[in-house]
């Protein structure tokens, strides 16, 4: 499996992911797209860059969420939201609040993620929310871009074990790859920038399938 032959959508979330670990933010990004599959809304993780106000908020979900143009796209119960990472607590209240009634995810999050409120609250269980988990796959290049940033970029060695531990709970094969990537000098001497999302991927993918 190559990064060009992922669907469409997906591309576009780890294209928009790379660009966060570019900024120093989270590496996790959100599409929404219509009936027809086309892409018509879409946001990246923001928590890491102080031009905008409050950053801690600016998850992807929640953006790409209030990104859609409603006016144009009026048919909100009809498209699905895709995400990197399993929905946290605010971005799952506002995709429900927003109108989306199918969310398709690649990386289960039992330490941040609130997909069970789904069924826990009776609000949001009327709401008949559909949820769609993808395969290991791409919950390996998701996972193994998030450690990417965090060994980028998290000081907190404790910290820095804690999450990686989290991450490895489902997609341990994506994050061994992305330290022995690391480990292996992908990064020496050169920005994250200096690479596109599709080399990146593509490297993960090369050490999962090794
Ligand atoms: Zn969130």
């Not at 209030?66 to 506002?94: A, H």
């Not at 949820?131 to 996972?143: A, K, M, S």
Request: aromatic share 8%; charged share 25%.
């Amino acid at each position: 499996m190559l990064y060009n032959e992922l669907p469409t959508q997906w591309q576009r979330i780890f294209e928009l992911e790379w660009e966060s670990l570019c900024m120093g933010s989270k590496a996790i990004a959100a599409v929404i797209t219509d009936e027809n599959g086309g892409i018509i809304s879409e946001a990246r993780n923001m928590t890491g860059e102080s031009h905008i106000p409050n950053p801690k908020t600016a998850h992807a979900e929640t953006e790409a969420v209030r990104n859609l143009d409603i006016d144009c796209y009026p048919n909100k119960w009809n498209y699905t939201l895709y995400s990197g990472l399993e929905p946290c607590v605010m971005c799952m209240g506002t995709l429900v609040m927003g109108g989306i009634r199918k969310v398709e995810i690649a990386a289960r999050d039992d330490f941040g993620g609130a997909i069970d409120l789904l069924t826990a609250n009776d609000f949001l269980k009327n709401k008949n929310v559909q949820v769609v988990w993808h395969g290991e796959l791409l919950g390996d290049i998701q996972r193994g871009l998030q450690t990417m940033r965090e060994l980028l970029f998290n000081t907190d060695r404790d910290k820095l074990g804690r999450m990686l531990k989290d991450f490895s709970v489902y997609n341990k094969r994506g994050v061994d790859a992305a330290i022995k990537l690391v480990d292996d000098g992908f990064f020496d001497g050169k920005q994250p920038a200096y690479y596109t999302a599709e080399e990146a991927v593509n490297e993960i993918l090369n050490i999962i399938s090794d």
